[in-house]
């Protein structure tokens, strides 16, 4: 009986859970089928609108969305492939080699995750604009393509699940560090790395602060970036500037769902590794 009294508790709570978290996705679907005068109706409507497709159209009227798309789905890209890259190297070393300076080494990358990112944002602009990279896509690619928390989660994963003796095995058969590292230690890494790939994404993708400050050309603009110039200065259409920020959730939800079991289970292995 008080078995079966946890269990409903415990099935109770995953309900509660689930429409907690599924309930602001519904409502911005739900805002963005309304005109602005019935977002801001009272009682406020829990039901779908009429007003999508007109909502889409001002959308695609006053900015250049697709362009925006494509911009940001190639920053996402690009970056998410350096990273997991640089991460995985730099990971995998730290995890399986010793050589000299290597727990100081990092004990200093752990201490640049203590440091809020926005301290960065002036010296890495007065940089950008050294290399003259201001308002080009390289600016939010290269400075972004190794980042502390990919190479620490990458560490934390290699150092339980990459066998010593296996590294030891291939050395005796010739294998130089990148031959470990790609023929070894990527194949038994992929469950990190589809976490990490996943996590730096979504990441790349929502990313609004820095594109904004690096950016002055509207054809290289980010979806974030575009969506915000739907904010008028006096007045807000909020039901376009909601339908926008569907169509960019769209993407997200998509990939999350394509990799929804692998992304789980990465977080549970990496719980318990650490």
Known sequence: MVKRKSSILLYFGLIVGLIVSIFPFYWLAV???????????????????????????????????????????????????????????????FAKFKFPGKKWLFVLLLATMMA?????????????????????FKALIIPGMANAFGIFWIRQYAEESVPSELLDAGRIDGCGFFRLYWNVAIPILRPALSFLGA?????????????????????????????SSLNGIYVTDYAMVIAGTLLAV????ILFLFVSKQFISDIAAGAIKS
């Open 31 to 93: 805002m963005a089928t309304r005109t602005t005068a019935e977002i801001y109706s009272f009682p406020p409507k829990f039901w779908f609108g009429t007003q999508f497709i007109s909502n889409v159209t001002r959308v695609f009227q006053n900015i250049d969305f697709f362009g925006a798309f494509l911009n940001t789905l190639f920053v996402a890209g690009c970056s998410t492939l350096l990273v997991l890259f640089f991460d995985s190297l730099a990971g995998f070393t």
């Open 116 to 136: 809020p990112s926005q301290l960065s944002l002036v010296p890495s602009f007065v940089i950008m604009a050294k290399f003259g990279w201001v308002g080009s």
């Open 199 to 227: 996590f730096t994404f979504i990441g790349s993708w929502n990313d609004y602060l820095w594109p904004l400050i690096i950016l002055n050309d509207e054809r290289k603009f980010t979806l974030q970036v575009a969506l």
């Open 250 to 253: 769209i993407p997200l939800i």
